[in-house]
């Protein structure tokens, strides 16, 4: 005699899922307006530079993490809708959601990791090399890379949660049988 077969997700769970899936495409659409509008332009004894975040490597880094990871989770909340409405789920989305919320996740951490570290070394480095009249435009675009750090990150604190998630779906998924 075969056991049971497990019971379908509770409402609540598959509705905890979708807030976390409106949550990391929401901090990753914060993060990317955030990155790619960091410009600033200083004024160093006459002389004016212009700084974008495409100038520091660990900047780009983290808005492409920003943008594989949006991307997935427009596909992942789509997907999350879709099985939300309709209570079924295919058999197919159990692997993608365990193994792309892990890569994803990763992805994500890595990224914040970047913007963190460079906003700290790079910051440190202009005040002390450079002599400026104000500090503030250098303030103003590492404060946008620290915010923009700081969301991905919040992206990946979501995405790992989601990522328990499919590895305990994944392990209870129904058996097809053949």
């Not at 905890?16 to 004024?43: D, G, M, P």
């Not at 792309?100 to 990224?111: E, F, M, P, R, V």
């Not at 946008?144 to 991905?152: D, E, H, I, Q, T």
């Amino acid at each position: 005699m075969a056991p049971p077969p497990p019971s379908p997700p509770s409402i609540l769970l598959r509705t905890v899922q979708l807030l976390l899936r409106v949550l990391t495409a929401a901090f990753l659409v914060i993060t990317v307006v955030l990155v790619s509008t960091n410009s600033v332009t200083l004024e160093i004894r006459g002389t004016s530079i212009k700084m974008h975040f495409q100038d520091v490597y660990a900047y780009r880094y983290m808005l492409s993490a920003a943008v594989i990871g949006l991307l997935y989770a427009v596909v992942q909340l789509f997907l999350t809708i879709s099985q939300f409405a309709t209570g079924i789920k295919h058999p197919l989305n159990y692997p993608f959601d365990f193994y792309g919320d892990k890569i994803i996740s990763y992805l994500l951490a890595t990224g914040s990791a970047a913007g963190f570290g460079v906003s700290k070394d790079l910051k440190d480095t202009f005040l002390a090399l450079i002599a400026f009249d104000s500090t503030d435009p250098v303030d103003k675009f590492f404060s946008k890379g620290y915010a923009s750090a700081s969301l991905l990150l919040f992206a990946f604190v979501s995405l790992a949660v989601l990522s328990v998630f499919s590895s305990h779906a994944l392990s209870k998924r129904p058996i097809q049988a053949s």
